[in-house]
Structures are given as C-alpha cells and as structure tokens.
C-alpha cells in the first residue's frame, strides 16, 4: 500500500545503519520478451518490479539503499510505476518518487522491520568517459561533460567519476562501439585531475574492476573526493558484492539525503563473478540483437 503522506513522521524517515550500493543497474535486459531464456541462463531473473528488486535489500540483515541507474533508458521509471501493486507486508513513502522512494518491509517487532530505498540514477557516456549521476529528477540529455556536469549542478544530483582508470579491453572496445558510438569508458586520470573540483566523488571500489582499487584510491585521495564502492551489477544477485555503510541517512528530503552521502560513510570492497564483464557484454549484445529484430522494445517511461 501507499503511505498516507498526511499521517507520515518525517522523524522516521531518519535510518540507522543502512548499507548502500549507490550504483546498479538492476537487470541486464531491462524488458522482457522473446527469447528471454537465454538471459535467465546467464543468471537474470524475468520479474522487473518494485517488489523484486527491493527483495534483494531484504536479504541484507539492515536496511539499504539501491542506486538503479538509468543508461540510455527509463529503467528506474519503469520500477516505480510498479509501486502500487507491492503485496502484503509492504508500503511504500514515494513523496519524493522522482529522485528516490522507500519500500518498508512491515515485521512482527521492530527487528523484522526494515526499509529498502531506491535512488534514481544516470550513467552517462560523455565524450570524456561515463560519469554517474545520483539523484537527479530527470535524465540529463547531453553527451559534452561540461554540459552534463552542470545540467547535473542544476538538478543538485551528485556527480561521481565512476570507474575512472578502467581501460577498455577487446570486450570493452566492442561494447562502446555497439552501445556508446566507441566513446571512452572511464575519465582516466588526466581528466579527472582538470575536473576535480566540480566532482563530488570517485567511485573508488568497483566490483567489475577490483583490481583497481587501490589505485584510484590514492588518486582519490590526492584530489581530497569523496570516496565511494559500488558494485556496478547487471544481475539481483551482484548488489551489494562492495557498498557503502552509512550510521545514518536522512530520507525526509533529497538535500538532506545527498549531504548524508557525500558527507559519510565506511566502504566495503568485494568483487564480482569472473568474467562478470564477459557474460554482460554478451547479454548486451544479445539484447541488440532481439531490438533489431523486433523481439523487444524499450520504450521511455515517465513516473506516474
């Protein structure tokens, strides 16, 4: 059910403890269709709904916050249209649905009680390399990095280098040439350093590249940014393989929640399956293939 907005305490709004992937992409093929076995093979599941993927933050023994973030598309929108048809046992606080919304999972005490957020955000391709933007209200349509990080300014979203010195390899070659017009994967460290000043963080921990650690951790730290882990999972399952944990966030607002995450936070490094970027470079091809062929469309979707 929905919450009655009237009768909501914004005082409860404020979580304890509540660990964070702030960079997912939920599921590799964002609509179903023909030929959707073959994705459930690589490991996807065929529900995309609200319900679903806050399922995943359930099985976390504390409350979370999932960044889905929309890549060219509408996914995060689609998701929360679903929010009205949750079930049993679950409301959700949707008064800032635009940037983020909350499922609670009611329990017997306060123990089996727990919340899941999902925050709204955007990989961008730049001309430059992808940057991450969390919490904007609506997706940026530019491609130049200046425009994109002040469109983001504007928006008062956080901007963050996401896997920064990741280099492309022969799969990352084909995967921008298939997806982004063979535009750059990261910023790469020259450009980080000439734009550092307006980023409000470095994805230091990604899940897809733990080897790269601790590299763009001294980087990071060279520039003085806020440093953030992530998993960048295409997969349920993959959420949460490195996070942040936050004592506390702040929900009754977006400009208090953006100041939380900015402002804390302990990281936890982890990493993904083997070959993680083998089995979504072949699901995103594959994925082009059934758009091509009429199997499967990607339609934009806006928020009810």
């Not at 929905?2 to 304890?16: P, R, V, Y």
């Not at 003085?224 to 999972?233: L, M, R, T, V």
Request: charge should be positive; glycine fraction near 10%.
């Amino acid at each position: 059910m929905i919450i009655n907005k009237e009768s909501i305490d914004k005082s409860k709004m404020k979580l304890q403890n509540v660990r964070a992937d702030l960079h997912t992409h939920g599921w590799a093929g964002q609509e179903t269709g023909k030929g959707q076995i073959v994705l459930e093979k690589l490991g996807e599941t065929g529900r995309r709904d609200l319900a679903t993927l806050c399922t995943q933050g359930f099985f976390q023994t504390q409350n979370t916050l999932i960044g889905l973030v929309n890549f060219g598309d509408t996914r995060y929108e689609k998701i929360v249209n679903t929010r009205g048809s949750l079930g049993r046992g679950l409301e959700v606080y949707d008064d800032h649905r635009q940037r983020f919304v909350g499922v609670h999972l009611i329990g017997n005490c306060d123990a089996e009680s727990k919340w899941c957020f999902v925050l709204r955000g955007q990989e961008i391709p730049t001309d430059k390399g992808h940057v991450l933007i969390l919490g904007g209200d609506k997706n940026i349509q530019y491609e130049k990095l200046d425009d994109v990080l002040k469109c983001a300014e504007e928006m008062g979203a956080l901007r963050v280098a996401d896997h920064p010195l990741a280099k492309k390899g022969i799969l990352g070659k084909v995967f921008s040439l298939l997806t982004q017009n063979g535009k750059p994967l990261s910023l790469g460290k020259l450009t980080l350093e000439d734009y550092a000043n307006i980023f409000d963080g470095v994805e230091v921990c990604n899940s897809n590249v733990p080897e790269l650690t601790e590299e763009t951790k001294k980087l990071a730290r060279k520039l003085g940014k806020k440093e953030f882990a992530n998993s960048d999972s295409h997969d349920l399952k993959r959420m949460f393989s490195s996070y942040m944990n936050y004592l506390e966030l702040d929900f009754s607002s977006w400009e208090k929640l953006r100041t939380n995450l900015k402002t804390q936070g302990e990281m936890h490094f982890g990493r993904n399956r083997k070959h993680e970027n083998l089995w979504h470079g072949i699901s995103v091809f594959y994925n082009k293939i059934r758009l091509m062929a009429g199997w499967v469309t990607f339609p934009k979707y806006e928020i009810e």
